[in-house]
């Protein structure tokens, strides 16, 4: 595969992805540093206010902050960071997302999506569902960990992010394969100890950082 962006500097290999700022505040100053912020369904105005908190906080705490899906508002508050799914790469437009310096993570499933993705020139790409997941409905079955090993010997220096079904135990397996970062969403959020659950994910990935 050719036309590989060059390689940014490595992602943190926790990727927490949280769909409220609320959870921003709660879990980033234990020592996250890096999140995404993922909002499905509400008022653009609602959106843009928890980006512009989400900012404050991210600021504060050294904290890498990604933008889900809406690239107009990441441009309009000035974010660093953007992530889209293939259906809103679609409908993105690249060039004024580059124009306005965001770094962008693309979602992959299969074959044509990853080279859909690197068509793209992306800054990091993220592979999934690893294992089953129960975040949403997908039409792909686990990937496991052998594609990972496939699909980062395909990139490069370019970061692979590993996301589906992903536990502190299952995150240290993800980066042995070849990931640069684990994402997590269920596993932190559905945990009735989200702030403990956080910790041991911090503490599972410490020999990464």
């Known amino acids: ?17 949280v769909d409220h700022v609320n959870w921003i505040e709660r879990l980033v100053p234990l020592g996250v540093k890096l999140v995404q912020l993922r909002i499905k369904d509400q008022p653009v105005d609602d959106i843009r206010a928890q980006i512009r908190a989400a900012k404050a906080i ?11 899906d809406y690239w107009r508002l990441a441009i309009e508050e000035g ?10 790469l679609q409908e993105a437009d690249l060039s004024a997302i580059r124009a306005a310096a965001l770094k962008l993570g693309l979602s992959s499933h299969d074959g044509a999506e990853l ?9 990091y790409i993220a592979l999934g ?17 052998e594609k990972l090993l496939v699909w980062k010997k395909a990139l490069g220096d370019m970061p692979l992010v590993g996301i589906g ?40 990935t410490q020999t990464w950082r």
């Open 79 to 88: 974010c660093d960071w953007l992530h889209l799914g293939q259906e809103d």
């Open 115 to 123: 080279k859909t993705a690197l068509d793209a020139k992306p800054d």
């Open 1 to 17: 595969m050719t036309d590989i962006a060059a390689p940014i500097s490595s992602l943190d290999p926790f990727y927490l992805i």
């Open 165 to 204: 079904g992903l536990t502190p135990e299952r995150a240290v397996d993800v980066l042995h394969a070849g990931a640069d970062s684990a994402a997590v969403v269920t596993d932190i959020l559905l945990n009735p100890d989200p702030q403990a659950r956080t910790k041991q994910w911090l503490s599972a």
């Open 129 to 145: 569902p690893v294992y089953q997941t129960i975040l949403k409905k997908m039409p792909w079955a686990p990937q496991g960990l």
């Open 58 to 68: 991210c600021a504060e705490y050294d904290c890498t902050l990604v933008i889900n």
